[in-house]
């Protein structure tokens, strides 16, 4: 008897110690995890942020399709200014401008066109892939909603979006009750329970909460 109360102390003893080895390793497991997999997600929804001001800069507006926005990245052409010459010291404390310049031949200028594509990101990037969540199943597409706001006592209407990666995507696959747990405390705290820009709700120049 004595000694099959000693067997389950022993296996008592290595299951409270194992529980401890768990409770330590798997938010620090969590933890790394969730950092490398953000670190993929934040240069998407910064390529993402690229593309959407360019478009608005050209059309007006930023757009919530994406097909709309790999097209106009793939088929839009970029202006490029090419500048050659400068202005020396004593021609600038002499007040000459850089459009006098420019006129006199002192500088001269040069516009060209390059694909916007290889303009923003590289001739060889995956642009068909930019809609695409990093690490989630079934190839889950980014949240895009965009709005026109008033800010300021004079109500001045500006143009906003956001694009957003929830937690439960990007993280899918890690121990469930970690992630649980951040969501849980992300909401507590009233944040967007994800990595984010931009914000419908309010004019904040497209910045990441990440930032």
Do not use: H
């Not at 010291?89 to 006129?103: F, M, P, Y």
């Not at 895009?144 to 993280?171: Q, W």
């Not at 994800?194 to 909460?209: H, M, P, R, T, V």
């Amino acid at each position: 008897m004595d000694k099959v109360l000693k067997i389950i102390l022993v296996l008592a003893a290595i299951c409270l110690i194992w529980l401890c080895y768990d409770s330590i390793t798997t938010p620090i497991e969590f933890n790394k995890q969730r950092e490398l997999r953000e670190k993929k997600v934040v240069s998407r929804l910064v390529d993402i942020r690229r593309a959407e001001t360019e478009f608005k800069n050209i059309k007006g507006d930023y757009t919530t399709n994406f097909d709309t926005l790999i097209s106009f990245v793939k088929n839009s052409k970029a202006k490029i200014v090419l500048k050659e010459g400068v202005l020396t010291d004593k021609q600038l404390e002499e007040g000459l401008t850089e459009r006098e310049a420019v006129k006199q031949g002192i500088i001269k200028r040069d516009t060209t066109y390059v694909s916007m594509l290889e303009s923003l990101f590289g001739k060889d990037y995956p642009i068909d892939s930019i809609k695409y969540i990093p690490y989630s199943e079934q190839r889950q597409e980014f949240e895009l909603a965009k709005a026109e706001i008033a800010t300021g006592a004079a109500g001045i209407k500006v143009k906003v979006m956001e694009a957003k990666a929830p937690y439960s995507v990007y993280l899918n696959g890690l121990d469930k009750q970690e992630l649980v747990n951040l969501i849980e405390l992300t909401e507590k705290l009233e944040r967007y329970p994800g990595l984010k820009f931009g914000d419908i709700q309010q004019s904040n120049n497209n910045a990441g909460n990440w930032e």
